[in-house]
């Protein structure tokens, strides 16, 4: 089965810095894209960024020039660097890996982890 584990959530001032990790394990040929998404209390979970296989990445207006998502694709990792984070930044941030390939020519599948909280301060 495969599994996502993310760290490095935590409690930062605004205009701090924070970054995630997420790291995939289990029977995995090939991940078609990672991705971050976060939800906020009240609020439905909204894509903040993602990487595909190629290395294009996409990210949500509202953390482009402060979010940079990169990937090791060797390891089936994928990291959010967050800067000059904000209050309403605040969510619990979960790591997506789509299109999930456990063998050459089977069924792409999409799995998530569990999620990390992330806190802003003003």
């Known amino acids: 089965q495969v599994q996502l584990v993310e760290s490095g959530g935590g409690l930062v001032q605004a205009g701090g810095s924070l970054r995630l990790s997420c790291a995939a394990s289990?029977?995995?040929?090939?991940?078609?894209?990672m991705a971050w998404y976060r939800q906020a209390p009240g609020k439905q979970r909204e894509l903040v960024a993602t990487?595909?296989?190629?290395?294009?990445?996409d990210y949500a207006d509202s953390v482009k020039g402060r979010f940079t998502i990169s990937r090791d694709i060797g390891k089936n990792t994928v990291f959010l660097q967050m800067n000059s984070l904000k209050p309403e930044d605040t969510a619990v941030y979960y790591c997506?890996?789509?299109?999930?390939?456990?063998?050459?020519?089977?069924?792409?599948?999409?799995?998530w982890g569990q999620g990390t909280q992330v806190t802003v301060s003003s």
């Open positions: 997506n890996a789509a299109g999930v390939q456990t063998g050459w020519g089977l069924r792409e599948n999409d799995f």
């Open positions: 990487i595909r296989y190629g290395g294009t990445t």
């Open positions: 289990g029977p995995i040929y090939r991940i078609n894209a």
